[in-house]
């Protein structure tokens, strides 16, 4: 059995935020967490589907069926890029009738990473592509939507301030999450980068941006089908760094559900994801540091609830 100290979020508006520097990274995480245990064990287990529209059906269903077995709002993190576009198409298309406003009148929304410093309305921000494909009709109904400032003036206050929003709401019900490729077979959560020096209590961070990083975002609006403008990817590479919600917030979260349905367009995944399942956990908490440390994408298997729905193309 694996036991991995992490920390609790129940989080009173206005916490205190401290900050750990790991070489160029920046880390922040809530002063006075109490640690509890997160024990997983066993193979992780993921679903093959046929399809992206299949995934994106399923992802939905993991939310209504979440809202129906809870009362009152609820806390999702939402993806960028490829991986969840179908599931977002759906939920703007039935934002624009009326069977689902009850659920979408309880969802605080937030999301996950973005490159900065750059403009909000940036074509290849997040949010510009959230709203492209989520429709009016959802940013009407839903309880909040809630993005990170890649506008602010000092980066850490501004990431410090909606951490502390989000911390205020309880934490997360459910963090969706993708799949990021890295050399020799690593992988990246968010974008938690390998050698980011994250640690299981570790929030949020800003790190410094990695040329692969900036190249995989760029290619994935392309593949998804967004119209990037000359001006928007010039200012989009001369992003300097990455903020990003951190091992806590994803260990944290109640339900953790990742998608994967992109391994055509972007091929590093394949071996990531071989990686990713193969390696063998380490059973002491320094020598799971350094895995962690070297191939972020590991921590999802610390977390004992997850729903993993995979295309067949990243197993081949």
């Known amino acids: 059995m694996l036991i991995v100290r992490t920390a609790k979020v129940q989080i009173s508006p206005k916490k205190i935020v401290d900050r750990r520097a790991a070489g160029d990274n920046i880390w922040l995480s809530f002063s006075g967490q109490q640690p509890f245990v997160c024990t997983r064990g066993g193979p992780f287990i993921y679903d093959v589907l046929e399809s992206e529209n299949?995934?994106?059906?399923?992802?939905?269903?993991?939310?209504?069926?979440?809202?129906?077995?809870?009362?009152?709002?609820?806390?999702?993190?939402?993806?960028?890029?490829?991986?969840?576009?179908?599931f977002h198409r759906i939920l703007g298309e039935r934002a624009g009738g009326n069977e689902i406003d009850e659920l979408l009148a309880r969802l605080h929304v937030f999301t996950q990473d973005a490159l900065?410093?750059?403009?909000?309305?940036?074509?290849?921000?997040?949010?510009?592509?959230?709203?492209?494909?989520?429709g009016d009709d959802f940013f009407r109904?839903?309880?909040?939507?809630?993005s990170m400032n890649t506008e602010a003036a000092d980066?850490?206050?501004?990431?410090?301030?909606?951490?502390?929003?989000?911390?205020s709401l309880g934490g997360v019900d459910i963090f969706y999450l993708g799949f990021g490729p890295e050399a020799e077979g690593a992988s990246h959560l968010c974008y938690i980068r390998p050698g980011a020096g994250?640690?299981?209590?570790?929030?949020?961070?800003?790190?410094?941006?990695?040329?692969?990083?900036?190249?995989?975002?760029?290619?994935?609006?392309?593949?998804g089908g967004s119209e990037?403008?000359?001006?928007?990817?010039?200012?989009?590479?001369?992003?300097?760094?990455?903020?990003?919600?951190?091992?806590?917030?994803?260990?944290?979260?109640?339900?953790?559900?990742?998608s994967?349905?992109?391994?055509?367009?972007?091929?590093g995944k394949r071996a990531?994801?071989?990686?990713?399942?193969?390696?063998?956990?380490?059973?002491?908490?320094?020598?799971?540091?350094?895995?962690?440390?070297?191939?972020?994408?590991?921590?999802i298997r610390l977390h004992p609830n997850v729903r993993s729905y995979i295309l067949p193309d990243l197993l081949t």
Not at 116 to 134: C, H, K, Q, T, Y
Not at 155 to 167: C, R, T, V
């Open 260 to 267: 994967v349905v992109d391994a055509s367009t972007a091929p």
């Open 228 to 258: 990037i403008l000359a001006a928007d990817e010039a200012e989009c590479r001369r992003a300097t760094h990455i903020l990003t919600l951190g091992p806590a917030a994803i260990l944290s979260a109640k339900l953790i559900v990742q």
């Open 272 to 299: 990531s994801f071989r990686r990713f399942l193969d390696t063998d956990l380490a059973g002491n908490e320094e020598e799971l540091g350094t895995q962690l440390d070297e191939n972020p994408g590991l921590w």
């Open 116 to 134: 900065a410093p750059m403009r909000l309305n940036n074509g290849l921000s997040f949010v510009r592509d959230f709203e492209r494909i989520l």
């Open 54 to 86: 299949a995934v994106g059906e399923a992802m939905f269903e993991e939310l209504s069926a979440y809202a129906a077995n809870r009362e009152g709002d609820i806390v999702i993190v939402i993806l960028g890029g490829r991986g969840a576009q179908v």
């Open 155 to 167: 980066m850490e206050s501004g990431l410090s301030d909606y951490i502390e929003k989000l911390g």
């Open 141 to 146: 109904k839903v309880k909040s939507f809630n």
């Open 198 to 223: 994250a640690r299981s209590g570790d929030f949020a961070g800003i790190i410094p941006i990695s040329p692969s990083i900036l190249e995989h975002h760029i290619q994935k609006f392309r593949a």
